[in-house]
């Protein structure tokens, strides 16, 4: 079996098989044997051990978050140009909260839900990244309608541009994350890390998934055991040595291989989350902040747990807001802000406020344009960045101009990107520890753009 079907076999098939015992959605881990065994080959030798801790924490908007009404201009022509273009979906002037400046001089605004957004950002712990989305290399003004292969593949797509976000690869069909790629180049320097660098509270996912190194899967309520286990104790001695037992078949030798390093896994994590310290923050009860709950918890026992690089994978669905939008988007967006704050307030309580950087993404972004009471799939989109190495209180990228037709629309209000999913990462990534040397073995595109570190963390 080729590497490239035996990946896509292992990405597939585990998380069904492994989810049903309760135990693992991915396998993989830093220092463990991982499901392919060919690492990528770097240019330079592998980079150098991280000191200290760092940890990224994905947050995926799925459905396509309508960034428009999330960041929005405050005041002016602008604002004028916003609300002709949105008709009944345009947020009032009266009610929007005031950011800043963007790099073209025009106020903007963040939506009336997210007050607790727009004070990170006042304090500078917060910033926007305006018009990012999936590009196979820079589309010109003049572009954007003709350059049909400068464009992503199956545009307006949930499922191929949430991968393409999640891949960063936007001409390739290799099924690995960039998350993913990144644990292939770091795992190695991590000789006292057994957990994996990837940790999802939000199930199996593409961005996680590497050559080498695939994510592991936790419950929010910690550790997970099968049931069958959990009831009859005296079960898991045979089991371990079942799983031992040594396996002809490909997919029974991962099931089993998987099987073994959720255990351990699952057994390390709980020991580590029995001494956890009491949280100091009251996050929200919806399933987002369950999610960074769980993050903060299992962060305050970095120490026990061994780890020093980590990246989450957590989300909030519901933004395919093809229909009564202004409800919906406004109660996803009041829990992304809330949320945010929550999960800010517990690494700063932590005394890691300067060493945990949350992100955002989404599958694309809306159509400015309006369709009845919603608004269709779009591309580019604004994402915000939330940390202690955060450079904000100032927007990063470029702001598209809002009209219609305008020379960044590609057709219907759907704004061209200014800025690739691959400088994002990049930008990241050099914080977390990728030295500039290495990128491109986690963005074979990263080359084609202008701008591999955004700046937007210092």
Not at 111 to 123: G, K, N
Not at 185 to 191: F, G
Not at 323 to 350: G, V
Not at 384 to 411: C, E, K, N, W
Request: hydrophobic share 40%.
């Amino acid at each position: 079996m080729s590497q490239q079907t035996r990946r896509d076999f292992l990405l597939h098939t585990l998380p069904t098989f492994a989810a049903g015992a309760g135990l693992i959605a991915c396998g993989g881990g830093a220092g463990g044997a991982a499901s392919d065994p060919t690492p990528p080959t770097p240019t330079d030798p592998v980079p150098p051990t991280p000191e200290g801790y760092k940890a990224l924490v994905a947050i995926f908007l799925f459905g396509g978050n309508d960034a428009y009404n999330m960041i929005l201009p405050a005041s002016g022509s602008a604002y004028s140009d916003y609300a002709k273009a949105r008709l009944d979906l345009a947020l009032p002037q009266s009610r929007l909260l005031a950011l800043g400046a963007a790099d073209n001089g025009v106020p903007f605004a963040a939506h009336p839900a997210m007050s607790e957004f727009q004070s990170l950002y006042a304090r500078g712990r917060a910033t926007v990244l305006a018009n990012v989305g999936p590009l196979v290399a820079p589309i010109a003004d003049g572009q954007v309608r003709s350059a049909s292969s400068l464009r992503p593949p199956r545009l307006f797509s949930h499922n191929d541009q949430s991968d393409q976000w999640q891949k960063a690869s936007a001409a390739g069909l290799e099924s690995v994350g960039w998350a993913g790629r990144a644990a292939d180049l770091l795992a190695p320097t991590l000789s006292r890390q057994e957990l994996p660098i990837g940790i999802s509270y939000s199930g199996a996912n593409l961005l996680q998934v590497g050559r080498s190194q695939v994510g592991f899967a936790l419950g929010t309520g910690g550790a997970v055991e099968a049931n069958f286990l959990r009831q009859n104790p005296a079960l898991r001695p045979l089991y371990a040595e079942m799983l031992a037992a040594g396996q002809e078949h490909l997919f029974a030798r991962e099931y089993a291989s998987g099987q073994q390093r959720g255990l351990s896994y699952n057994a390390l994590i709980a020991s580590a989350l029995a001494a956890a310290p009491a949280s100091m923050v009251s996050f929200p009860g919806d399933r987002l902040g369950q999610q960074l709950a769980a993050v903060a918890k299992l962060i305050s026992v970095r120490a026990r747990l061994g780890v020093q690089r980590q990246i989450f994978f957590v989300s909030l669905g519901g933004f395919d807001t093809h229909s009564d939008q202004l409800a919906r988007h406004e109660k996803l967006l009041r829990s992304l802000s809330q949320n945010l704050d929550a999960f800010y307030r517990a690494t700063e309580a932590l005394g890691l406020a300067g060493n945990v950087t949350t992100f955002t993404a989404s599958d694309f972004g809306r159509s400015l344009s309006v369709n009845g009471d919603g608004t269709d799939h779009g591309w580019g989109s604004h994402q915000l960045i939330v940390g202690g190495a955060v450079r904000g209180g100032r927007f990063h990228g470029q702001m598209p101009d809002l009209v219609p037709g305008g020379s960044r629309d590609y057709t219907g209000g759907r704004f061209a990107p200014s800025t690739s999913v691959d400088e994002y990462g990049s930008t990241l990534l050099r914080w977390f520890g990728i030295p500039a040397s290495e990128m491109a073995a986690v963005f074979p595109n990263i080359g084609r753009f202008g701008t591999p570190d955004l700046g937007f963390l210092s």
